[in-house]
Nanobody, 123 residues
Framework: QVQLTESGGGLAQTGGSLSLSCAAS????????LAWFRQAPGKEREFVAA????????YYADSVKGRFTMSRDDGRTSIYLQMKNLKPDDTAVYYC????????????????WGQGTQVIVSS
C-alpha cells in the first residue's frame, strides 16, 4: 500500500505557472505507475498525465500536452506536475494516483489516491 499527499496548488492568472508535488510513503515507490487527475466542479474526474514505473514513459491528455510536464523522483519518492500557460479551464482539484498494474488513462485503474490540491486560474 502507498499513501499519497499532494501540495503546491493555489491561485494563478491565465498564462501563469504552478507546480504540484505529490509525496509517497509506504510500499516502495518504484512498484507503481503514477498519474495526475483533476476534477472541476460538476464534472467527472479526468486524466491529466501519467508516468510509468520506470520513468521512461510519460503520457498526457490532449488538453494539457505541451503545457504540463510530469516527472518522478524515485529518490525523493515524489512526483511533480509543472503547469505552464495556465487557462481558466485548468481550474480543478488535482489528485495524484498510483497503480501497480499497467499505465492507464482511466481513473478506475488506480487504487491509491491523494486528498487533492486546489488549482484556480483566474481570467
Amino acid at each position: 500500500q502507498v499513501q499519497l499527499t499532494e501540495s503546491g496548488g493555489g491561485l494563478a492568472q491565465t498564462g501563469g505557472s504552478l507546480s504540484l508535488s505529490c509525496a509517497a510513503s509506504g510500499r516502495p515507490f518504484t512498484c507503481y505507475n503514477l498519474a495526475w487527475f483533476r476534477q472541476a466542479p460538476g464534472k467527472e474526474r479526468e486524466f491529466v498525465a501519467a508516468i510509468s514505473r520506470n520513468g521512461l514513459g510519460t503520457y498526457y491528455a490532449d488538453s494539457v500536452k505541451g503545457r504540463f510536464t510530469m516527472s518522478r523522483d524515485d529518490g525523493r519518492t515524489s512526483i511533480y506536475l509543472q503547469m505552464k500557460n495556465l487557462k481558466p479551464d485548468d481550474t480543478a482539484v488535482y489528485y495524484c494516483a498510483a497503480n501497480s498494474g499497467d499505465t492507464s488513462y482511466s481513473r478506475y485503474d488506480y487504487s491509491y489516491w491523494g486528498q487533492g490540491t486546489q488549482v484556480i486560474v483566474s481570467s
